[in-house]
């Protein structure tokens, strides 16, 4: 299988710190891996320099083989990868309809408002209200369907499940589910192991800015002494 992401020895930071000290991760077209790590291990940090946000000392970003490593975000986003950032930066004062509106493309294939509505039929629903008037989940919602509509093949997910009550984890897990089943793939960071090891294909293992484990999510799972020692957990 192709990779839709193929990450070598990355290095970023802020202001001349390193906290990418040397990244290698690829991402196989189509599946899910979990990025996890001690907080600070710098897994934001990573998805940020892969989109554009942070820009890598030095290293290789390859999405689906074009070398993007120090391009633009805009550049990065149409090569097809969509972030939905953590604590979901929807726009408060806008409404989900006019939230979708700026990110919907001209041309748009395979993800049209339409479909997105059908597929999160609450944000249909709630089409006129304010972003601020929303529930966390419906904000999640409204990040995932915003990063759809830039027809990802490959999502960069920040802490999902954060703030959700678990009735509403399930309802974005069932979502998410669908979309791996579209053939998109992810990376996704997520502090809830639970729905990690259920939505993803491998783990990958992030500590002071490097990758130490990489493995079968299953393999993971089994292994409590690995989990405990790598996240203590478990
Ligand atoms: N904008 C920034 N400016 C300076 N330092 C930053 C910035 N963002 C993050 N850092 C630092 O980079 C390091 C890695 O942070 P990062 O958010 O990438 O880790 P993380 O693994 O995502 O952790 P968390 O789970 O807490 O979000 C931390 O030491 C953090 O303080």
Redesign the pocket.
């Known amino acids: 299988m192709t990779d839709v992401l193929t990450v070598a020895d990355l290095r970023a930071?802020?202001?001349g710190?390193t906290?990418l000290d040397g990244v290698d991760l690829s991402v196989p077209a189509g599946s899910f891996v979990a990025l996890l790590?001690?907080?600070?291990?710098?897994?934001?940090?990573?998805?940020?320099t892969v989109m554009g946000l942070?820009k890598p000392y030095s290293g290789s970003v390859l999405v689906a083989g074009r070398e993007l490593a120090g391009a633009a975000t805009h550049t990065v986003a149409r090569s097809g990868v969509a972030i939905v950032p953590?604590g979901r930066r929807v726009f408060a004062p806008l409404t989900v309809a006019e939230n979708l509106g700026l990110a919907a493309r001209r041309g748009a294939r395979t993800w049209t408002l339409e479909r997105v509505y059908e597929l999160m039929p609450r944000l249909a629903e709630r089409r006129g209200h304010r972003g601020d008037q929303l529930s966390g989940g419906e904000q999640q919602m409204l990040a995932i369907g915003r990063a759809l509509l830039r027809e990802p093949r490959l999502l960069l997910l920040?802490?999902p499940s954060d703030g959700l009550a678990p009735a509403v984890v399930d309802q974005v897990a069932e979502l998410l589910e669908g979309l791996r089943g579209e053939g998109i793939a992810a990376v996704l960071?997520e502090?809830d192991l639970h729905l990690a090891f259920r939505l993803a294909d491998e783990v990958a293992v992030?500590q002071k800015?490097r990758i130490v484990h990489r493995g079968p999510t299953a393999d993971f799972r089994a292994d409590r002494t690995r989990a405990h020692a790598l996240l203590g957990v478990g």
């Open positions: 930071g802020y202001a710190s906290v790590g001690r907080n600070g291990a710098g897994k934001t940090t990573f998805m940020h942070v953590q920040d802490e960071v502090q992030m800015g």
